[in-house]
């Protein structure tokens, strides 16, 4: 038997920066794989099917549903989004570690789907940087911008939830910090028990 993997989500709010440090984690370790979603929106140019999406039609959207196919699910800008649970778990059954970068409703199916997840909540200092970033992407008026800051304190409120706090001042080293969080977890007694059964079935 093998070490299973790890499930890891960075999680956190919207300006916080998930989807650089994300995809930083994935280029300081290579080895880690990225998590591919379902989605019922078509495919943009360029994208390819199983590598930026699995492409489903509704109708089979809800019959993955109906079969208990997700380990979550959102609807998003009214198309569905969801994490297939069977090519993930394959994943880490193989032995390999899979990170997600999802909303803080996404992070909380997921640890009750699968309770080995590690749930990471990433932030900015200070709510006033967060402020900055948002407003930095030029997307939001003065009153989304309101809600979104809102909604950042109502999530960060729900910190109990989360196994691990990340602080995102320089992305490089938010990065590197989840590097170490992942590399503490793959040695905790519970994710090595096949290593050590297998050390103790050996003659001298
Ligand atoms: P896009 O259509 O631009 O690729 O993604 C739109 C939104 O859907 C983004 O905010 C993205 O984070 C979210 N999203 C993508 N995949 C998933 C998923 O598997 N689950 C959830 N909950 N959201 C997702």
Redesign the pocket.
């Known amino acids: 038997m093998k070490n299973k993997g790890l499930l890891v989500v960075i999680s956190g709010p919207s300006g916080a920066g998930k989807g650089t440090v994300y995809q930083k984690v994935l280029q300081l370790n290579p080895k880690i794989l990225s998590?591919v979603?379902?989605?019922t929106?078509a495919p943009r140019a360029g994208e390819k099917e199983g590598v930026h999406?699995y492409f489903k039609s509704l109708a089979e959207y809800q019959q993955m549903i109906a079969d208990g196919a997700f380990l979550?699910?959102?609807s998003?800008?009214s198309?569905y989004?969801?994490?297939p649970k069977s090519a993930v778990l394959d994943r880490i059954d193989k032995g390999c570690d899979v990170l997600f970068?999802?909303?803080i409703?996404?992070a909380r199916q997921i640890k009750s789907q699968y309770k080995d997840s590690v749930l990471i909540f990433l932030m900015t200092p200070d709510f006033k940087t967060l402020k900055k970033r948002l407003s930095e992407r030029g997307t939001e008026t003065e009153s989304s911008l309101k809600n979104r800051l809102g909604s950042a304190k109502n999530e960060l409120a729900q910190y109990g939830e989360f196994d691990y706090y990340v602080t995102n001042d320089i992305a490089e080293q938010a990065a590197k910090d989840i590097i170490t969080i992942i590399n503490a977890e793959k040695l905790r007694v519970k994710f090595n028990k096949p290593t050590i059964k297998n050390l103790l079935e050996q003659d001298f």
Request: proline share 0%; charged share 20%; aromatic share 16%.
């Open positions: 998590s979603s379902v989605t929106r999406y979550e699910t959102a998003v800008y198309n989004y969801g994490t970068e999802i909303d409703h996404g």
